[in-house]
């Protein structure tokens, strides 16, 4: 009676181990970012469902300045052109296109891959970093703009959910894509992971540019991973006045010397 006892007992501290195991597992997950915005991209200008698993998240700039003038672009344009995400410098987000769709965004990666437009300009540095002339210069983690986060959340977010949606599957490592495409046999890119546009088609691309903070990027992704949150976003800085008693208290420790 007391063996049997003994083998409830162990039977259910099991129990109890696999329900904290199973419920640690999914708070630790990472949580998609909330005042994501829908809008529609026209269904002729993407392909519904996947053909093949989702393995890579491709980076691009818009070659433009606002949020909405890229979304009314998209919405309206004769080109046979679209994607899954558009992202504005403050870190607003549009998406246009379910991820497990297949927008039509990078060439021969679109079936692969899920698309990001950043709105700027590939050869700005401004793009990504305030300037020494805006307000909020040093009081971000290297001077970046809230876009860089933002992305590296959706990103860390779909590395961290390798599952069925809809059909499509996504098994999306947490790596940079080496190289581009002259790199690859008959110049065609093959690798999963992180890249940007310049990758997939070397020959005409150059964005998310020069400028792209990529290292950053992957250093956030890393920490939504970890942490499910950003352990460097944002940076906090003291208010003025906060300042003024701390230089005044150093002062005052000086003169006591």
């Known amino acids: 009676m007391f063996s049997i006892h003994l083998r409830r007992v162990a039977a259910l501290c099991c129990l109890i181990a ?40 491709i980076v691009h700039t818009v070659e433009g300045g606002t949020l909405d003038g890229t979304v009314n672009y998209f919405k309206n344009t004769d080109r046979n052109i679209s994607v899954h995400y558009v992202i504005d410098k403050n870190g607003d987000v549009v998406q246009m296109v379910d991820s497990w769709d297949t927008a039509w965004t990078q060439n021969y ?98 964005d998310p540019g020069i400028y792209f903070p990529w290292d950053d990027l992957m250093l956030f992704v890393d920490s939504y991973l970890e942490n499910n949150e950003n352990i460097y976003w944002p940076v906090q800085v003291p208010e003025p006045a906060s300042i003024l008693l701390l230089s005044l208290g150093s002062l005052a420790l000086i003169r006591r010397r």
């Open 18 to 57: 696999t329900v904290s195991f199973l419920t640690t597992s999914y708070a630790s997950a990472v949580t998609y970012p909330s005042g994501v915005e829908e809008v529609s991209a026209p269904t002729n200008k993407y392909t519904s469902g996947r053909s093949r698993t989702i393995d890579s998240l």
């Open 109 to 206: 990666y679109n079936s692969r891959s899920i698309g990001f437009e950043m709105v700027g300009y590939a050869g700005q540095a401004s793009t990504w970093y305030y300037q020494p002339w805006e307000s909020k210069y040093g009081t971000t983690y290297n001077n970046l703009r809230p876009n860089v986060d933002k992305l590296a959340n959706i990103c860390a977010y779909f590395i961290d959910h390798p599952t069925w949606k809809q059909g499509a599957k996504y098994d999306i490592p947490f790596q940079r894509i080496q190289g581009d495409a002259y790199d690859y046999p008959n110049n065609t890119l093959n690798m999963p992971g992180i890249g940007g546009h310049y990758q997939v088609t070397p020959g005409n691309k150059t």
